[in-house]
C-alpha cells in the first residue's frame, strides 16, 4: 500500500466529515428526501447506514485479528436508528464516537477482519481508519446533494482517496475478463496513478512513458466521486478508450 496520511490525520478526517454529514442531515428539507446518488434510500436510511457502519467496524476493530467476520458485525446487526431528527443526529455522533474510540485504543496496527484481503491494502486498524475516511466524505456528499448543496470532498480527503480506492477495491488476483488494458488516472492538483488490468488480475504500477489504453483526468474530488459512481465517468477529461472505464466499474473479482 503507497504511503497514506497519518493515524491521527485520519481519526481527525473521519471526525470532520461525519460532523459535515451530520449538518447536511440537519439541513436537509426533511429525512423522507429521497437521495439521488443512493437510488431507493431516503435521507434517513442514509443516516442509519452510515451510523451503522461506525458501529460495526468499531466492532471489528475491537474483536482484533479474525480469519472471518467477527459474529454480529454483518449488515443485518446493523441497529436501529431513531426516526425523529434530533435524536437521529445525536444518534449519529454517538456511533462516529465510538468508533472514534475503538481506533484511538487500537492503534493503527491492530489486526482485524477486512472484506479486502486480497487487496494491497493491510487487514489493520489503520486501513479501516483509511477506508472510513473515504465512506464519511462520499456519503457527506450525497447527503449535501440531497440537501441542495453538494461540495468537493476536501483535498486532502480526496488525494488520499483516490489511492485508497484503487489499492482496496481494484488490487486483486482475479482474471481481468477483457483484453488487457492499463488506465491512467490525473489528478489535476498534480497526482497521477496507473491501474494494470491483465489474467493476472489487477496491480498498481508506477507510471513511465508507455501510453495508457484510457486515462483519466479531472480534480481528485471528481475522481474519486466517479470511482464511487456519485458521478457520469463522461464529466472527466478522457482519453483513449472509453469503454475500459464501464468494464471497470462493472466488474466484480471473484476474491
Known amino acids: 500500500m503507497a504511503k497514506t496520511l497519518e493515524f491521527p490525520v485520519l481519526l481527525r478526517l473521519i471526525d470532520e466529515r461525519s460532523v459535515a454529514f451530520r449538518a447536511a442531515v440537519s439541513s436537509a428539507p426533511g429525512l ?58 445525536a444518534w449519529s455522533a454517538e456511533s462516529t464516537q465510538q468508533l472514534l474510540n475503538t481506533l484511538r485504543e487500537a492503534g493503527p496496527d491492530r489486526g482485524c477482519w477486512t472484506w479486502w484481503g ?59 475478463p477483457h483484453e488487457a488494458a492499463v488506465v491512467d488516472y490525473h489528478a489535476t492538483e498534480g497526482r497521477s496513478w496507473r491501474l494494470a488490468l491483465s489474467a493476472d488480475g489487477a496491480r498498481i504500477l508506477a507510471l513511465d ?9 479531472g480534480a481528485a474530488s471528481d475522481l474519486v466521486l466517479t470511482l464511487y459512481g456519485r458521478i ?4 472527466l477529461k478522457l482519453d483513449g478508450d472509453p469503454h475500459v472505464f464501464g468494464r471497470l466499474q462493472a466488474w466484480e473479482p471473484e476474491d
Open 209 to 217: 512513458a508507455t501510453p495508457a489504453t484510457a486515462s483519466a483526468e
Open 232 to 235: 457520469p465517468v463522461e464529466s
Open 118 to 176: 486480497a487487496s494491497d491494502s493491510p487487514q489493520t486498524s489503520g486501513a479501516v481508519a483509511r477506508h472510513q475516511v473515504q465512506e464519511a466524505a462520499v456519503h457527506t456528499y450525497d447527503a449535501q446533494l440531497t440537501a441542495g448543496a453538494p461540495q468537493p470532498l476536501p483535498d486532502e480527503v480526496a488525494l488520499d482517496g483516490v489511492d485508497e480506492f484503487l489499492s482496496t477495491c481494484c488490487v486483486t488476483t482475479s482474471t481481468w
Open 32 to 89: 423522507d428526501a429521497p437521495v439521488p446518488t443512493c437510488p431507493g434510500w431516503t435521507l434517513f436510511d442514509l443516516a442509519q447506514h452510515l451510523g451503522g457502519v461506525h458501529r460495526r467496524w468499531s466492532a471489528v476493530v475491537a474483536a482484533g485479528p479474525a480469519a472471518t467476520r467477527p459474529a454480529g458485525t454483518g449488515p443485518d446487526a446493523a441497529p436501529a436508528a431513531p426516526r425523529e431528527r434530533e435524536a437521529l443526529l
